[in-house]
């Protein structure tokens, strides 16, 4: 064994300076699924003034517009960062045998995040947001002014950024093996991406790119928000946790390095896609649909790779739950690129542009993959960061069955309302005529939407009575195994 492999071991087994720092991975969750349950009341309570239901009429700062902000703005940064951070700092250490670079600087950076995702929200609701799709953080030093209200939120926020990738990257750099899991290249990959994205797209269309190429600027951010931050952070956190859970090594090596260079070659001309049929260069709208219709290939490559894995292990699927939450997400993703790649050419978008298809599509990425991967990793990890056994395992199960059927409702409802509103659109029907064909297709959008919050809530009241309740954690009981050998071993 080499010294630096002694060197790791060792520090598994110091008690007083263990590889994983639990608190900040637990706190970090926690974070993240408060800020998930308050991104999910803002969507409720903006689907329910589509169909002219004001449960706080005359306050403003609960309008539609403003909680539409604070609901995509929590579920990117409050939600999504908190957990894949918070996973990151599990997985980084136990994948290079070193620790993040500085255990005091990640709690800085855990607060400051939270107090910069708050004033983002508060900022919202105030109605102080910035002209840019999310990139909403209502603030920017402008030359010449000051207002109480204008902190620095973006600049912090890049500042953040980078301070992360130092804890993240320093384990890298210095890791005790000499060859870097797969993982290990998506999450590098990842924070440089992430800062790169979140400078281009708060910086570049508010301060120096006027007309379409700041718009052309924000779609590509819109769009690698997606494809170079929550993508590969999602897919590198799947290669970690899948072959654990499984047992068993990924199918195919090459595939994950072909789906990592395709991914880093096709994602980042994507973005001008939500921008067709505008002024910008149509050159530059065709190389975007071309682009776009490339990364299909990626994601089959991806995909095959874990079905390929859980060959043989289908039962792992009723086994455990974390896997049912994995593969479901999986099949959605390639049902989302699949769709993507149809919805992007100009004949689709004749049709679907500007209506309901598009929160349909974005649900069932954001929340039917991201959000499924977060939310199986964070069943996978509670108990070993509580060391407590779950209170109730039922309570998984109707997490899991609501929001996935609601999510499958809400997606199935609002695609069917995006083609009804295009083609009475395009055969030039009425306004209001298409608003009152949409109402019914709003109500069951609510009602899935009850259907989330409801299962996220036995989720959240599950982890708090498992951090309460004193029966030790056991393993085993996570263990996937073969039906057929228990029957064979008697
Ligand atoms: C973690 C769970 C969720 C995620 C990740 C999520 C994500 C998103 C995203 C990305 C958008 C922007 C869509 C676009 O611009 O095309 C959006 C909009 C929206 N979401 Fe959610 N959402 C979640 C849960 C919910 C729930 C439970 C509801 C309740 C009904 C809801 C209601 C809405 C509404 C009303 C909009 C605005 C749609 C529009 O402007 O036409 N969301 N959500």
Request: overall charge neutral; aromatic content about 18%.
């Given at each position: 064994m080499s010294e630096a492999a002694a060197i790791s071991i060792d520090d598994v087994r110091d008690e007083a300076h263990p590889l994983v720092d639990k608190d900040l991975v637990r706190w970090h969750l926690i974070a993240a699924v408060f800020f998930m349950f308050t991104a999910m009341l803002g969507g409720f309570i903006a689907s329910l003034q589509f169909l002219n239901?004001?449960?706080?009429?005359?306050?403003s700062w609960l309008s539609y517009g403003r909680l539409r902000f604070l609901h995509t703005n929590e579920v990117a940064f409050g939600f999504l960062v908190n957990s894949f951070v918070g996973m990151l700092y599990y997985a980084v250490p136990r994948l290079t045998g070193r620790r993040l670079f500085n255990r005091t600087l990640g709690w800085l950076i855990f607060f400051v995040w939270q107090a910069l995702v708050l004033l983002t929200s508060i900022g919202q609701l105030l109605g102080k947001a910035q002209a840019v799709e999310w990139g909403e953080t209502p603030t920017g030093f402008r030359p010449g002014t000051f207002e109480?209200?204008?902190?620095?939120v973006d600049f912090l926020i890049e500042v953040g950024a980078v301070l992360l990738a130092v804890n993240l990257l320093y384990p890298i750099a210095k890791s005790i093996h000499k060859r870097l899991y797969v993982s290990l290249w998506y999450i590098t990959a990842g924070m440089i991406w992430l800062i790169l994205t979140y400078v281009m797209g708060n910086t570049l269309p508010e301060w120096t790119l006027a007309g379409s190429s700041g718009g052309a600027t924000a779609g590509l951010y819109i769009h690698d928000l997606v494809g170079l931050f929550v993508t590969p952070f999602g897919w590198g956190l799947m290669y970690f946790f899948v072959p654990i859970i499984l047992r068993k090594p990924i199918w195919s090596h090459a595939l994950s390095v072909i789906g990592f260079w395709a991914l880093a070659f096709f994602y980042p001309l994507n973005g001008v896609h939500h921008f067709l049929y505008s002024s910008i260069p149509m050159s530059v709208q065709y190389g975007a649909i071309i682009a776009t219709i490339a990364v299909e290939i990626v994601v089959t490559t991806v995909v095959v790779n874990f079905f390929g894995t859980m060959w043989g292990r289908g039962y792992a699927l009723r086994q455990s739950i974390p896997i049912r939450w994995f593969y479901t997400g999986m099949v959605f993703y390639f049902t989302t690129c699949l769709q993507c790649s149809f919805q992007t050419t100009l004949t689709f978008q004749e049709i679907i542009h500007f209506t309901d298809w598009v929160p349909g599509h974005a649900h069932l990425v954001m929340l039917g993959v991201f959000a499924f991967w977060n939310m199986g990793m964070i069943v996978w990890l509670w108990p070993r960061l509580t060391g407590h056994e779950w209170y109730s395992r039922r309570l998984l199960g109707w997490h899991y069955w609501l929001v996935m059927l609601g999510l499958l409702i809400m997606f199935l409802d609002l695609t069917a309302a995006g083609l009804v509103h295009g083609f009475m659109f395009k055969n030039m029907a009425p306004w209001m005529r298409i608003v009152d064909s949409l109402k019914p297709f709003w109500w069951f959008r609510t009602f899935a939407g009850a259907m989330i919050i409801t299962g996220v809530s036995c989720f959240i009241y599950n982890l708090w009575m498992t951090a309460k309740h004193d029966k030790p954690y056991d393993y085993r009981v996570d263990l996937v195994h073969d039906p057929k050998e228990a029957i064979a071993n008697g």
């Amino acid at each position: 064994m080499s010294e630096a492999a002694a060197i790791s071991i060792d520090d598994v087994r110091d008690e007083a300076h263990p590889l994983v720092d639990k608190d900040l991975v637990r706190w970090h969750l926690i974070a993240a699924v408060f800020f998930m349950f308050t991104a999910m009341l803002g969507g409720f309570i903006a689907s329910l003034q589509f169909l002219n239901e004001y449960p706080f009429n005359g306050i403003s700062w609960l309008s539609y517009g403003r909680l539409r902000f604070l609901h995509t703005n929590e579920v990117a940064f409050g939600f999504l960062v908190n957990s894949f951070v918070g996973m990151l700092y599990y997985a980084v250490p136990r994948l290079t045998g070193r620790r993040l670079f500085n255990r005091t600087l990640g709690w800085l950076i855990f607060f400051v995040w939270q107090a910069l995702v708050l004033l983002t929200s508060i900022g919202q609701l105030l109605g102080k947001a910035q002209a840019v799709e999310w990139g909403e953080t209502p603030t920017g030093f402008r030359p010449g002014t000051f207002e109480l209200n204008y902190v620095p939120v973006d600049f912090l926020i890049e500042v953040g950024a980078v301070l992360l990738a130092v804890n993240l990257l320093y384990p890298i750099a210095k890791s005790i093996h000499k060859r870097l899991y797969v993982s290990l290249w998506y999450i590098t990959a990842g924070m440089i991406w992430l800062i790169l994205t979140y400078v281009m797209g708060n910086t570049l269309p508010e301060w120096t790119l006027a007309g379409s190429s700041g718009g052309a600027t924000a779609g590509l951010y819109i769009h690698d928000l997606v494809g170079l931050f929550v993508t590969p952070f999602g897919w590198g956190l799947m290669y970690f946790f899948v072959p654990i859970i499984l047992r068993k090594p990924i199918w195919s090596h090459a595939l994950s390095v072909i789906g990592f260079w395709a991914l880093a070659f096709f994602y980042p001309l994507n973005g001008v896609h939500h921008f067709l049929y505008s002024s910008i260069p149509m050159s530059v709208q065709y190389g975007a649909i071309i682009a776009t219709i490339a990364v299909e290939i990626v994601v089959t490559t991806v995909v095959v790779n874990f079905f390929g894995t859980m060959w043989g292990r289908g039962y792992a699927l009723r086994q455990s739950i974390p896997i049912r939450w994995f593969y479901t997400g999986m099949v959605f993703y390639f049902t989302t690129c699949l769709q993507c790649s149809f919805q992007t050419t100009l004949t689709f978008q004749e049709i679907i542009h500007f209506t309901d298809w598009v929160p349909g599509h974005a649900h069932l990425v954001m929340l039917g993959v991201f959000a499924f991967w977060n939310m199986g990793m964070i069943v996978w990890l509670w108990p070993r960061l509580t060391g407590h056994e779950w209170y109730s395992r039922r309570l998984l199960g109707w997490h899991y069955w609501l929001v996935m059927l609601g999510l499958l409702i809400m997606f199935l409802d609002l695609t069917a309302a995006g083609l009804v509103h295009g083609f009475m659109f395009k055969n030039m029907a009425p306004w209001m005529r298409i608003v009152d064909s949409l109402k019914p297709f709003w109500w069951f959008r609510t009602f899935a939407g009850a259907m989330i919050i409801t299962g996220v809530s036995c989720f959240i009241y599950n982890l708090w009575m498992t951090a309460k309740h004193d029966k030790p954690y056991d393993y085993r009981v996570d263990l996937v195994h073969d039906p057929k050998e228990a029957i064979a071993n008697g």
